[in-house]
């Protein structure tokens, strides 16, 4: 198993870390620090796997697929968190939740039919700011100006999430034609 591929499971195994450290609140006043470290972390390793895959000729069919799963589980299984404790809105969860949905059923479609489907540039954008989002979400200050930009960053998220599922379907209809029903 190559470097990439291992940063991608690395960012799977922090998950439950990160779990465990926000729900159970266990480092007090320090916990959403201690998470925002874990998140970040693991957020890197999604940056520097797919640099090094690229920059090294490692790309396999194994990252193709596992490396966007790593980054749904990461973000979906965070903003979970984040409506647990009151910090996001549950309409914005639902969204980004369903969107992942959908395009791991096109996935799973496409892979049934021998096709790999690597990640889309506005998908890479799309995560990209989700990340920024759940650290801003993280992070709790009392600002008015922090909060307002915090806004408009969810809302970003939110149009890239919606404008990136619609590029999707249609860069990769083609997957569903051979379906039977």
Do not use: W
């Amino acid at each position: 198993m190559n470097l990439p591929n291992k940063l991608t499971i690395a960012r799977i195994i922090l998950i439950p870390f990160f779990v465990l450290v926000l729900l159970t609140r266990c480092f007090g006043d320090m916990t959403d620090i201690i998470a925002l470290i874990i998140f970040i972390i693991s957020s890197l390793t999604d940056l520097i796997d797919g640099k090094i895959a690229r920059k090294y000729n490692l790309v396999t069919n194994f990252g193709k697929f596992l490396d966007p799963l790593a980054d749904k589980l990461l973000v979906c299984i965070a903003i979970i968190c984040l409506l647990g404790i009151g910090r996001i809105h549950t309409v914005v969860v639902v969204i980004i939740v369903a969107r992942e949905f959908i395009i791991s059923g096109f996935r799973l479609v496409a892979s049934d039919n021998g096709i790999v489907i690597a990640a889309a540039r506005m998908g890479k954008y799309k995560t990209t700011i989700q990340m920024i989002m759940i650290c801003m979400l993280l992070i709790q200050v009392n600002n008015e100006l922090y909060n307002f930009v915090k806004g408009g960053v969810i809302l970003i998220a939110l149009v890239l999430t919606i404008l990136s599922l619609i590029e999707y379907i249609y860069k990769n209809a083609n997957v569903l034609k051979d379906v039977s029903l």
